[in-house]
């Protein structure tokens, strides 16, 4: 008797577990059928509200390689566009919300925004800094929601998570469809030059601080570095500025022959010690969107430094 009431409970208990399953499932798939409906119903409307970064149901991105100590700035661009031919002919307001973890501090350049009938764009900006010393593969985590408060009602939102590493040097590619161009964002994060070729007492491979650095006489300056980024890229993508000040001062650039004429397809620059710098490239394809590493897991531009 005893057995049989256990094996009861034990029923039971399977039971009650299978339905607290089922009601979980039934849930998030029930969320996901009521945003389906309504994303359809909104669009019968002729009401388009979309991200290049936030999406429906919440977008999920991590950012490796973090320096940790700079702040790290998220662009976030709205549109009112379906296609080439579909546009929502009325301006939709728009609210802006995020949470951040406690050891980073958030700023939004906005907590409202328009997109206009006229351009049916709009973007903002959330400027993450810690605020407390952040050590390897410590993490910063920010949801970001952008709510319609017109006409019609939609949220759209993304989950950013930023991971702190080791490496150097750090960079993003910053983009957005219909943009003609792209910028590369590079950040050095060591506080020292190295000596590339020996003189005076210094010999190769030496470390020299900042200050001594500044000491030095120009053609001294010139035998040390203290980081030295090469840009690769195919040029029937991107086509380097050149009139970007890193094209000017670069120590060397690599070419290709297409269909007779020579492209440049590398470049070879120095960042100096805890600096950041930006390097502008043309699309050839201005429908196309290379935002690195949040929208694209792989970059357009190949970055390596010694």
């Known amino acids: 008797m005893q057995k049989r009431n256990v094996y009861k409970r034990q ?23 009521i945003n389906g409906f309504n994303n359809f119903f909104v669009r019968t409307q002729e009401f388009y509200f979309y991200s290049d970064k936030l999406k429906d149901n919440m977008a999920i991105y991590q950012i490796e390689n973090w320096t940790g100590v700079d702040p790290y700035t998220i662009t976030i661009n709205m549109n009112s566009t379906n296609n080439n031919l ?23 350049s906005k907590e409202q925004g328009i997109i ?17 010393v952040l050590r390897d593969n410590e993490k910063v985590t920010v949801t970001i929601t952008a709510t319609s408060t017109g006409k019609y009602f939609k949220t759209l939102s993304a989950k950013f998570t ?13 983009d957005a469809a219909s943009s003609q161009y792209l910028e590369v964002n590079l950040t050095n994060t060591l506080s020292y030059y190295k000596v590339e070729t020996a003189f005076g007492e210094y010999n190769v491979g030496d470390t020299i601080d900042v200050d001594t650095y500044l000491n030095l006489s120009n053609s001294d300056k010139e035998k040390c570095y203290s980081a030295i980024t090469t840009l690769t890229f195919n ?29 440049i397809n590398s470049i070879t620059f120095k960042i100096d010690p805890i600096s950041s710098t930006k390097v502008r490239f043309y ?24």
């Open 86 to 108: 579909q546009r929502t002919n009325y301006d939709i307001p728009y609210d802006i919300q995020y949470t951040c973890t406690s050891n980073a501090t958030c700023q939004l």
């Open 235 to 263: 040029p029937e993508d991107v086509l380097l500025d050149m009139t970007d000040t890193n094209y000017l001062n670069a120590i060397s650039t690599t070419t290709t022959n297409i269909n007779g004429s020579n492209y």
């Open 162 to 174: 930023l991971v702190v590493g080791q490496e150097r040097l750090s960079y993003e590619i910053v």
């Open 11 to 33: 029923q039971i208990i399977i039971l009650i577990l299978i339905l607290l399953s089922l009601i979980t499932i039934c849930a998030s798939f029930g969320r996901y059928v």
């Open 116 to 132: 206009l009938a006229s351009t049916n764009r709009d973007y903002f900006n959330l400027v993450i800094t810690p605020n407390t």
């Open 283 to 306: 699309k050839m394809d201005t429908s196309q969107d290379y935002t690195y590493p949040i929208v694209n897991e792989t970059s357009i531009i190949n970055v390596s430094s010694r």
